[in-house]
């Protein structure tokens, strides 16, 4: 039973995968806060809860996300994952904060982007707080963390049949992610009916989530991308993350 749920939570930290395709929003003087909720379901069962915050100001974006376990399934296996990116009013990356805590395992990484006039060559510094590890990494091309990467890409137009490619850093790591743009449907989740586009994002980060199989994403056919359905097979039957509520501070 206990290794059943720690399969279920163990997807918990995926689900800040939502954040692909992240709506851009217009600055403004006042912030902007866009806040999502989705839910977390295996079997049917709901293992979790998982929040996207998006804050956006006429100098920045910031981008907060937050899964947690079930109350009941935390007493055998607790998930609480956060994750941080913060853009300049441009979209490039500034900084990326990374803190999980899934059962006894728990990782605190920093990662900070400097671009010119900042510094002489694009360059992210890589912290991994718990070990007391600092690496400086030069960039040959603009590069995004996991968060930031995916609303860089929600500022494109994406065609049905293609694919779309973008360079992530993450962990130490520079690849180029692709993420696969397959066909349009209508879809209905707990926050309601949405026309969508289907994708699939095939990614290597261990940033946001340990890959167990295809990823499948459905996201608002309009100029949010706003992510309202993921799927992906656990080591145990599928799971999905739906979209139930959407809230404008």
Same mark, same amino acid.
């Given at each position: ?19 692909? $395709? ?88 920093? !990662? ?42 929600? !500022? ?39 026309? !969508? ?32 359905? $993921? ?19």
């Amino acid at each position: 039973m206990i290794t059943k749920i720690r399969h279920i939570i163990f997807l918990c930290s995926m689900v800040s995968i939502v954040c692909l $395709l992240i709506p851009s929003m217009p600055y403004s003087a006042d912030p902007i806060v866009k806040k999502y909720t989705y839910n977390i379901y295996w079997l049917g069962l709901r293992g979790g809860q998982a929040e996207l915050e998006i804050i956006t100001s006429s100098d920045s974006i910031i981008i907060k996300t937050h899964a947690t376990s079930a109350p009941i399934v935390s007493l055998f296996y607790k998930v609480d994952d956060r994750g941080q990116s913060t853009l300049d009013a441009a979209g490039n990356p500034q900084e990326f904060v990374l803190k999980t805590r899934e059962g006894k395992h728990r990782r605190h990484k920093i !990662t900070k982007f400097k671009t010119p006039p900042d510094s002489d060559e694009l360059t992210a510094i890589f912290h991994n707080v718990l070990d007391n590890e600092v690496v400086e990494f030069p960039l040959q091309r603009q590069a995004y963390d996991p968060l930031s990467a995916f609303y860089e890409m929600s !500022t494109r137009h994406i065609e049905v049949g293609t694919s779309e490619y973008i360079d992530i850093f993450d962990n130490k790591k520079l690849y180029n992610a692709e993420v696969k743009v397959l066909k349009r449907e209508r879809i209905n989740v707990p926050a309601g009916k949405f026309d !969508t586009i289907h994708v699939m994002p095939l990614l290597k980060s261990e940033g946001l989530f340990r890959k167990t199989g295809d990823i499948h994403l459905w996201v608002t056919d309009d100029e949010r991308k706003l992510p309202v359905l $993921l799927t992906s097979k656990a080591r145990i039957g599928k799971f999905k993350v739906m979209l139930v509520n959407e809230e404008i501070k």
